[in-house]
């Protein structure tokens, strides 16, 4: 084995003499390689999981590869493999045709190989270009800071990654934030980024500033892993596209080769995408009216400005924003987990205004909370028990003092059944169910308590084509029923497909309703950055509702 002591990364013999040589040489041997990373089946197994069957994954210089595929399906763990957070337990990983050991992050960067991940990893108190250098080797005593913000700054500016590199991170916006972390990659080194989710926090303005950024570093020979749900980012950015379905590489198509229908088949491995069932009825009465509601965030400074809305029987309305707006805010405002400062909250004619939890659900108000295990749900205790824990108080399921434990199980069979979760046994902790049926079985012990108004927040975040197709159409029908639902997402796709009116919130305030008929991408981007109001004459400020 000759090891690279200078990079970190250990070099196989057996990758051939040729490649060993030129390793010694410090010359690359193999830039005809054809591939720059080539993983060939690769293993990687978890008790009771197998999370990676054999998969062989190759990327080219400059090229963007989309990989897809449901939770589950083994994308995160081969791309943490890739980045050295995982070591396989079969298969190899080539670079430039050379086959390499990652053993850390640390090595899989001096290998070139770098990753974003969806949730930052940067500190808040500290500037852009001190996040750069962070837990770099070199220099190893004295910093020349301005130096490097001058290196900062030019690598920024030669791929359209505008960033000063003097501004604190808590000072940039989230979609600057992520150009940190690109620009991290790439002050390290890394030819090949893999980049997780990373649209999901953004504006569609700054996700196009994001594909525009792509695009130069694939025409800088550089090379990027692209993990989304999106199919329509997949059709724009991607030059190829990877499939994964139940730990198994499904196929590897050129995007002219591919298109959404196929992909989301091949993804599920039935037909997907069937049309979302119409609505049946006309708003009724109003159900929720929030009028003038301020509120405190967590760091003790308004989060809430002022917001008025209304939510009607039958009528689903979205709340788009980039996350930290105060969606989470609005959200819990009304489901009594924060205290309203100034301002009223109605329902169905009601004050509910800073009503205890239990009072608020007692009224019939169902919440799915954007942190489903931590907030919903409790990850250690069993479906049956995760099932009651809003009805343990009545019957059937209470006698008295005691819970009615045929009854329970009763209660929670007939709803793992009726929402088709996927369980091994109904005595099974929640934490080991996947994303999807989880959040199937939040919603079914939910929609259980036949609420009239449903406050649903990120309700398919983190979930595949199927399992969010699934989810869309209980809202709808929940819609139809007349429930009045309050859906507060990120992914305007689904609010576009599910919202009969959207409410844009910025820096904690409305900045206007539109309705479906009204629905512009590019205005409603516009919103998001706070740059422009909705001048629909709906008075959204007001809580005026749109019929």
Known sequence: MLSGS????????????????????????????????????????????????????????????ALLGENGAGKSTLMNILSGLYRPDGGEILVRGRRVHLGSPRHAIAAGIGMVHQHFRLVQSFTVAQNVTLGMSKPRFVLNMRAIEDDVARLSSSYGLQTDPRAKIWQLSVGEQQRVEIVKMLYRGADVLILDEPTAVLTPQEARDLFTTLNRMKQAGRSIIFITHKLDEVMEVADRVTVLRDGRAIATLDRKDATPGLLASLMVGREVGGAVPGKKAACGDCVLRISSVSALG?????????????????????????????????????????????????????????????????????????????????PNLSIVDNVILKSYRSRPVARGPFIHAKAAREHADNLVRRFQVKAAGLDRPIRLLSGGNSQKLLLAREISANPGLLVAVHPTRGLDIGAA????????????????????SEDLEELAALADRVAVMFAGRVMGVLRRDEWDIERIGLMMAGSATADTGHGADKGDRVS
């Open 469 to 488: 197709e699934a989810i869309h159409h209980v809202l709808i029908e929940q819609r139809n029923r007349g429930v009045a639902i309050l859906l507060i």
């Open 298 to 378: 967590d760091r003790g400074t308004l989060s809430l400005r002022s917001v008025s809305l209304e939510v009607a029987a039958g009528e689903i309305v979205g709340i788009a924003g980039v996350a930290g707006n105060g969606q989470r805010e609005l959200a819990e405002v009304i489901t009594g987990l924060r205290r309203v400062q100034e301002g009223r909250i109605l329902l169905r004619g009601a004050d509910i205004t800073n009503r205890t939890p239990l009072e608020i659900i007692r009224c019939g108000v169902g919440h799915i909370p954007e942190d489903r295990l931590g907030t919903g749900m409790v």
């Open 6 to 65: 200078s990079t970190g990364v250990s070099v196989d013999a057996g990758a051939g003499t040729a490649a060993a040589a030129a390793a010694n040489a410090g010359v690359d041997a193999d830039a005809d390689a054809a591939y720059v990373v080539e993983m060939r089946d690769i293993t990687k197994r978890f008790p009771g999981v197998l999370a990676n069957d054999r998969i062989s994954f190759q990327v080219r210089a400059g090229e963007v590869h």
